[in-house]
């Protein structure tokens, strides 16, 4: 034996040995933690890989914006119900996670002119877990918008207007701080949706935390507003334990009385008349300026903010929709001393919708909160809409567009 190479044998065996067991932990961890529902033939979406066979036929309509799945993710959503969340479009939050999962948007100003987004979620989201966000406050009007999905759907937000104040007598602001139209906690808990930790309300700021809603650790060199994030996933977990699954505990189930829109396959005109979409929010906030263009050969529009393309971060697509609605309200504000805006999402109003290349003029009508949202031309026909992802843009009354 050549003892002086001994301890370079010994180090090179024991190295071995280490990147073996090495191997075997790994397959064995691969293994163990494989999601089971995964398929040899699932597609990666948005860096994931699906847990179902995204190559089967797509025959089944998502009843809120008729988009065509596949039977297996309808399997998934029909079992639950219909997701909403706020996410955020403050300049330092984007680009943000899962928008271009959500089956319907709605933009609107939350405060300043700057813009937030009432995002759902529902069938989009039935192949995966999706990261969503930056989660922030609740207005008033986000929720009128959310009270058309049917009964009690998740409504998930961080915080929102109120008039709590620990440090003030009988623990509310003074008179005139908030004003009382814009209370949205009060709003939540007029509808019922509050119930402590047991309402469909998610409320990172109350009642819903890790692992729904967190802070993500990629965005740590942002402000503290700008970190809250939540698991699609994870938030329907915590659905179950309240007891909102498609039936609430009681056995009532969210679509009863939910209305779909009507809805056509998409079709391109031969000679597109609107190629590109143009408006703001407020005058004084270039940052949230919105293009969408039109692409004839994808039959899609492509949304450009602040001058930019708008993309999502988990996926790093651009986002697209197939229809955007452009809807005119009262805006009112700012209403109190903490400069809330206040802008009128029922009763009736001018409208134009964007589809197939084509612009179509008509009006809004929602005469109550939980009537849903309708698009009516001219002649008083209801307005189809096209299978695919829906953008409704809510814009002050008076503001112009360039198309």
Known sequence: MNVKKLPYQLIFGFLGLFLLSAGVSMAAFTFLT????????????????????????????CPINGAMFTKA???????????????ENHLDSRPQSGLSRADVVYEIIAEGGITRFLSVFYCGI???????????????????????YGDKPLFVHWGGANNICNNCPGGIKPRGDIDPRVDAYKYLEKNSWVNGRYGN?????????????????????????????????KIYEE????????????????????????FIDDKAIDTPTHLSIKFNFWDSMAGYDVEWK???????????????EHKDLESGEQLTAKNIAIVYVKEEGPVDNEH????????????????????????????????????????????????????????????????
Request: net charge positive.
């Open 294 to 308: 039109y692409d004839k050969a994808k039959n899609i529009y492509f949304r450009f903010n602040g001058g930019l």
């Open 239 to 262: 659905a179950t334990k309240r007891g909102f699954e498609y039936q609430d505990s009681e056995g009532n189930a969210w679509d009863t009385k939910f209305k779909s829109w009507k």
């Open 73 to 87: 993710e309808k399997d998934i959503w029909s079992k639950k119900r219909p997701m909403l969340a706020i996410i």
């Open 34 to 61: 494989k999601d089971s529902s995964l398929t040899s033939t699932g597609k990666k979406t948005g860096g994931k890989v699906s847990r179902v066979d995204l190559t089967k036929p797509k025959t089944e309509s």
């Open 126 to 148: 039935a192949d995966n877990d999706y990261i969503i966000g930056q989660i922030r406050s609740a207005r008033v009007y986000f929720i009128n918008y959310a009270l058309e």
């Open 340 to 403: 809330h805006m206040l802008y009128t999402v029922t009763g009736k109003g001018k409208a134009t919708m964007f589809q197939n290349g084509n612009a179509i003029e008509g009006t809004w009508e929602k005469m109550t909160a939980t009537d849903r949202l309708k698009f009516v031309d001219e002649k008083g026909s209801e307005i189809p809409l096209v299978r695919g992802q829906i953008w409704i843009e809510v814009l002050p009354a008076g503001n112009d567009i360039s198309y």
């Open 201 to 233: 309300d998610m409320n990172g700021a109350t009642n819903t935390g890790y692992p729904a809603l967190f802070t993500d650790d990629r965005r740590m060199d942002l402000a503290t507003e700008h970190q809250k994030v939540g698991s699609t996933d």
